[in-house]
């Protein structure tokens, strides 16, 4: 009976999971304030909620993202930078960690399956000596092996290795616009590639990476990236258009 109880507790403990931290509870009510003070473009008391909330939860991604915006919108391009470096960051590592706590919760429920398996294996053995014990545990072995199967359907198929996972398409535009800002033109290209390689039709990084194009020599590159953004329906600057046609002209009169 004993035996029956242990493995009934045993079931009912909860998996292991991502737990839901306090602290990132806290520091969600201080990020909330620092986007409604961004949307209000009161961007210094949105720099102090945002700092506040990473105070207490560093790798508070949204902190992180908010935190850029306001300092780029106070022309801080150095520290815009450094804060959406740690947002993209901070979305890489959210990737290894969610597989760390899905190896977590299946080692649990493989611990669980070895004790069902066990107590499976000493009633079938029972059974099979005792014609009393056979009729009396019948209902029990068709319970546990039900368990196990319901058990062995509830493993998270997911990776157990941590790959990082993919950069959010505008925590890179907003990277490489600091980048661009501070005339850091090459890291500028590759956010807003990278940018484009999770969102192809994202209009308003083929017009930024358009422009790179053009300070950089590459008219072309950089009318085949307006086309792109207009047939996203995005709306590129006439002063661009021009200049580039105005480059393409000069090196094809």
Known sequence: MWATL????????????????????????????????????????????????????AEYADALHGLGKA???????????RALE???????????????YRLLANRAKDDQLR??????ADLENASGSNSGAANLGTTELLNLKQQIRD??????????TGEPRAIPPFISLALGSAYFRLDRLDDAERQFRAAI??????????????LVCLLTGRPKDAQTHVQIAEEARFKV????????REALQIRHP
Request: hydrophobic letters at 40%.
């Open 6 to 57: 242990a493995v009934v507790l045993i079931l009912q403990a909860p998996a292991a999971r991502a737990p839901l931290s306090p602290d990132l509870k806290r520091a969600q009510q201080h990020g909330t304030r620092g986007w409604t003070k961004v949307d209000a473009r009161d961007y210094t008391g949105a720099v102090r909620d945002f700092e506040a909330a990473l105070q207490i939860y």
């Open 71 to 81: 300092r780029m919108a106070l022309k801080d391009y150095e520290g815009a930078a």
């Open 86 to 100: 740690g947002a993209r960051d901070s979305y890489s590592r959210s990737g290894t960690q969610a597989a760390e």
């Open 115 to 120: 004790l069902l398996r066990q107590r499976l």
């Open 151 to 160: 058990l062995q359907g509830d493993r998270d198929a997911g990776p157990s």
């Open 197 to 210: 390689a999770v969102d192809p039709k994202f209009g308003e990084a083929h017009s930024n990476l358009a």
């Open 237 to 244: 600057n006439p002063e661009l258009k021009r200049q580039i």
